[in-house]
C-alpha cells in the first residue's frame, strides 16, 4: 500500500488527475470505478479541467459507480446517479452511456445486483478505482459487519452514516435507510484502488484503515489484502497513523521512475 500525506485538497486532487492521466494514457479504453460522497469531488473537477484543456481523453473510457441509494430514482438530485453526472460526467468527453449505476428502483434487487456484477465482469473488470472511507470506516456502503468475501448486494446504513450524510439531504430521516453496494469482494478485483480522503473527521478511520488489524469492523482495512493500493490523505485526515513520518519519508524519496507524473 501506498500512503502519499499531501499539504490539503487540491494537492490530492491534483495526484488523482496524475494518476488518472498515466492510467488513461497506457490503457485508453480504461474501466473506471467511480465514487461519490464529497471526498473524490476536487479530483473530478481537476481531472475535468486537464482533460478539457486536451491534457488526455476520456472518451474510450467507461464507468462503474460504487454503490446507490435505494429508493431514489436516477432523476432524484441527491441519487448517486445525478451526483456524478453533475460532479464529474457532464463536464468531461465520456460517452452519456458509459457509467453504469446501480439501479436503486430496481424492483428484483438480487438481479440487478447480478446484472451489475456480470456486466463488471464483462467489461474486463475495473481498472481503477476511486474511494473514499466513512468516519465508521466502510467503504462504498459496506458498513462495519460486512462480509470481507461480500459481492454487489442491499444493505443498511448505520445511523452514524446517515447523520454524516444528512448535510445532502433536508434531514437525517430523508437518508434513505437501504442503499444498493458492490460487495468488498468487488471492490477488490479492481487492479488499482485509489482511496482519497481529507479532513481531521476521518482521521481515526483512516488510521483503522491503514494500520489497523483487517476486520470487518472497519470494511475498509481489507485493502491492506490488496496488492495496489494508492491512499492520497491531507495532513489532517493522516493525523493518527503512527507511521505518518515513515509515510513521509518514503514519499519524499520515491524513485523517479516510480512517479505518476512522468507519462
Ligand atoms: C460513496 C461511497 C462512500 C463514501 C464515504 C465518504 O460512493 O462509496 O463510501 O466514499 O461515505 O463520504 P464523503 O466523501 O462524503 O465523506
Given at each position: 500500500?501506498?500512503?502519499v500525506i499531501?499539504?490539503?485538497?487540491?494537492?490530492?486532487?491534483?495526484?488523482?488527475?496524475?494518476?488518472?492521466?498515466?492510467?488513461?494514457?497506457?490503457?485508453?479504453?480504461?474501466?473506471?470505478?467511480?465514487?461519490?460522497?464529497?471526498?473524490?469531488?476536487?479530483?473530478?473537477?481537476?481531472?475535468?479541467?486537464?482533460?478539457?484543456?486536451?491534457?488526455?481523453?476520456?472518451?474510450?473510457?467507461?464507468?462503474?459507480?460504487?454503490?446507490?441509494?435505494?429508493?431514489?430514482p436516477a432523476?432524484?438530485?441527491?441519487?448517486?446517479?445525478?451526483?456524478?453526472?453533475?460532479?464529474?460526467?457532464?463536464?468531461?468527453?465520456?460517452?452519456?452511456?458509459?457509467?453504469?449505476?446501480?439501479?436503486?428502483?430496481?424492483?428484483?434487487?438480487?438481479?440487478?445486483?447480478?446484472?451489475?456484477?456480470?456486466?463488471?465482469?464483462?467489461?474486463?473488470?475495473?481498472?481503477?478505482?476511486?474511494?473514499?472511507?466513512?468516519?465508521?470506516?466502510?467503504?462504498?456502503?459496506?458498513?462495519?459487519?460486512?462480509?470481507?468475501?461480500?459481492?454487489?448486494?442491499?444493505?443498511?446504513?448505520?445511523?452514524?452514516?446517515?447523520?454524516?450524510?444528512?448535510?445532502?439531504?433536508?434531514?437525517?430521516?430523508?437518508?434513505?435507510?437501504?442503499?444498493?453496494?458492490?460487495?468488498?469482494?468487488?471492490?477488490?478485483?479492481?487492479?488499482?484502488?485509489?482511496?482519497?480522503?481529507?479532513?481531521?473527521?476521518?482521521?481515526?478511520?483512516?488510521?483503522?484503515?491503514?494500520?489497523?488489524?483487517?476486520?470487518?469492523?472497519?470494511?475498509?482495512?481489507?485493502?491492506?489484502?490488496?496488492?495496489?493500493?494508492?491512499?492520497?490523505?491531507?495532513e489532517a485526515?493522516?493525523?493518527?497513523?503512527?507511521?505518518?513520518?515513515?509515510?513521509?519519508?518514503?514519499?519524499?524519496?520515491?524513485?523517479?521512475?516510480?512517479?505518476?507524473?512522468?507519462?
Amino acid at each position: 500500500m501506498e500512503v502519499v500525506i499531501l499539504p490539503d485538497e487540491q494537492a490530492i486532487a491534483n495526484a488523482a488527475a496524475d494518476i488518472v492521466k498515466r492510467q488513461v494514457v497506457a490503457k485508453p479504453n480504461t474501466v473506471f470505478g467511480l465514487a461519490t460522497g464529497s471526498s473524490p469531488v476536487a479530483a473530478y473537477r481537476e481531472i475535468a479541467k486537464r482533460q478539457n484543456s486536451g491534457d488526455f481523453t476520456l472518451s474510450d473510457t467507461r464507468a462503474f459507480m460504487l454503490d446507490e441509494y435505494v429508493g431514489l430514482p436516477a432523476d432524484h438530485p441527491q441519487s448517486y446517479a445525478a451526483f456524478i453526472r453533475s460532479v464529474f460526467i457532464d463536464h468531461v468527453d465520456m460517452r452519456d452511456d458509459a457509467v453504469r449505476t446501480l439501479n436503486g428502483m430496481a424492483q428484483d434487487v438480487p438481479a440487478e445486483c447480478a446484472a451489475f456484477e456480470f456486466e463488471i465482469a464483462q467489461a474486463g473488470g475495473v481498472d481503477l478505482q476511486f474511494l473514499g472511507i466513512g468516519s465508521d470506516g466502510h467503504i462504498a456502503f459496506n458498513e462495519p459487519g460486512s462480509s470481507l468475501v461480500s459481492r454487489t448486494r442491499i444493505k443498511t446504513l448505520t445511523e452514524q452514516t446517515r447523520i454524516d450524510n444528512a448535510r445532502f439531504f433536508d434531514s437525517v430521516s430523508d437518508v434513505p435507510r437501504h442503499v444498493l453496494t458492490q460487495g468488498l469482494a468487488t471492490i477488490m478485483e479492481a487492479r488499482h484502488l485509489l482511496m482519497l480522503v481529507n479532513g481531521e473527521s476521518k482521521a481515526e478511520a483512516v488510521a483503522a484503515c491503514v494500520e489497523g488489524p483487517v476486520s470487518a469492523m472497519c470494511p475498509g482495512s481489507i485493502i491492506q489484502m490488496h496488492p495496489r493500493v494508492t491512499v492520497l490523505l491531507d495532513e489532517a485526515a493522516a493525523g493518527k497513523l503512527a507511521l505518518e513520518d515513515y509515510f513521509k519519508e518514503v514519499y519524499a524519496h520515491k524513485p523517479d521512475w516510480q512517479r505518476w507524473n512522468t507519462s
